[in-house]
């Protein structure tokens, strides 16, 4: 039962505020030493974890009637689920990652502009050259119904200034993905007149929003590199991500029904009075008080 000395305003609130945010349910009590307490270990905990693990360690693989594309991690999740909008967040973003239009593309239907990293490759053979700059694609209208139409304008290895016109054909990676950066392909073009010719294409990728990648699932391929590249860290930074989950479990109970302990200034029983239930047992064996309760 709740000590009534501590006023805990309306536990159910305080228990989903709790959950949502670490600390936030404690803060509404007015526990504020607790609520920053909570919110700065078990939420600095979290966010180790998941920037150990480059911001890919919570998620989940929920395809529904559609094929996995990646481990469930089902008890991986409900163990991170404490944390609150995290976890509600990665509900969400599975469900975006296994909608039927979340697939590649080979069409545009809006302008599309991005920092462009990757490899300008000739038709003619001759050495790909690394460039970065800025891409700027929209639908157009070809001489074969839809296309696109835009330009890139950078730099290569060497500094030198580069700017291709671009048309005719693209290939885009899926809109939803865990990677931080969407992997496009492109046809270059010179324009002579009418008619236009492929001379290459530019190869690389382009800036996901952050909305577009951040807890959403990873695949096989994904979690595969993860483990190359950060090894034992990997399984570290889950093990973070759980124990923050965990112990906020915790915390929100603490929101809801108060401290589990006393506070010391409880009344003790006189020495050398005996119990009921000292006496009824001395009463029992035939013995007195005192030598029950030797």
């Not at 007015?30 to 909570?38: D, E, I, T, W």
């Not at 694609?137 to 030198?160: C, E, I, M």
């Not at 800036?207 to 034992?232: A, M």
């Amino acid at each position: 039962m709740p000590d009534p000395r501590i006023r805990l305003k309306n536990p159910w609130i305080a228990g989903v505020l709790g959950f949502l945010v670490p600390g936030l349910g404690h803060l509404y009590q007015g526990r504020l030493f607790k609520a920053v307490v909570y919110f700065c270990c078990i939420l600095g905990l979290y966010i180790t974890g998941m920037q150990m693990a480059d911001w890919k360690a919570v998620y989940v693989h929920r395809p529904g009637n559609a094929p996995a594309k990646g481990k469930p991690h089902t008890l991986q999740f409900l163990a991170q689920a404490g944390v609150g909008l995290p976890a509600i967040c990665a509900l969400i973003q599975n469900k975006r990652y296994y909608k039927p239009d979340n697939k590649d593309a080979t069409t545009l239907t809006a302008p599309l502009t991005g920092e462009f990293r990757g490899e300008w490759e000739p038709a003619d053979g001759s050495e790909d050259v690394p460039v970065e700059g800025v891409l700027e694609v929209a639908p157009a209208t070809g001489r074969f119904g839809n296309s696109l139409a835009g330009r890139f304008v950078g730099v290569d290895a060497n500094g030198q200034s580069v700017e291709f016109e671009l048309g005719e054909r693209i290939e885009l990676e899926e809109p939803i993905n865990a990677s931080r950066r969407r992997d496009i392909q492109v046809a270059v073009v010179q324009t002579n007149g009418d008619s236009s010719r492929v001379i290459g294409e530019l190869e690389g990728s382009i800036p996901r929003q952050f909305q577009d990648w951040f807890v959403v699932p990873v695949n096989t391929k994904q979690e595969r590199t993860l483990h190359e590249k950060l090894g034992k860290f990997h399984e570290l930074a889950m093990v973070f991500t759980w124990v923050a989950g965990l112990l906020n479990i915790l915390a929100v109970w603490d929101a809801l029904e108060g401290p589990a302990y006393g506070y010391g200034d409880e009344e003790e029983e006189p020495a050398g009075e005996p119990s009921v239930s000292g006496s009824a047992t001395g009463a029992k064996s035939g013995r007195t008080p005192a030598q029950a309760t030797v």
